[in-house]
């Protein structure tokens, strides 16, 4: 059994920041890819930055255009967690953010898995 806990969100004035984090925890055998999604009030959901596992070929981070620049994402391997900062708000900003968790459980299982969110809102 895998959990997937965000965590960090609030309330926030436009041009503030806040630091949001996700911990996979539970039969986990290895993690591979953890994302950031968001989904606004009325919208459908939309991914914001991905980060993939250190040492691996592809160790990359990815941003969206509307949060590159603004936004970053790491992780801490050692703790199954990623973070997601986030710099100068926007009122569009506004919404519940979502981690994503690509990982192989111990039993071999791969699959993504969810978290519950955690509601960011930037008022102006």
């Known amino acids: 059994q895998v959990q997937v806990v965000e965590s960090g969100g609030g309330l926030v004035q436009a041009g503030g920041s806040l630091r949001l984090s996700c911990t996979a925890s539970?039969?986990?055998?290895?993690?591979?890819?953890m994302s950031w999604y968001r989904q606004a009030p009325g919208k459908q959901r939309e991914f914001l930055a991905t980060?993939?596992?250190?040492?691996?070929?592809?160790?990359?981070?990815d941003y969206s255009n509307s949060v590159e620049g603004r936004f970053t994402v790491s992780r801490d391997n050692a703790k199954n967690t990623v973070y997601l900062q986030m710099n100068s708000l926007k009122p569009e900003d506004t919404g519940v953010y979502y981690c994503?968790?690509?990982?192989?459980?111990?039993?071999?299982?791969?699959?993504?898995?969810w978290g519950q969110g955690t509601q960011v809102t930037v008022s102006s």
């Open positions: 980060v993939a596992r250190p040492g691996s070929v592809d160790y990359t981070t």
């Open positions: 994503n968790v690509l990982l192989t459980t111990r039993q071999g299982l791969n699959r993504h898995y």
């Open positions: 539970g039969s986990i055998f290895s993690i591979d890819r």
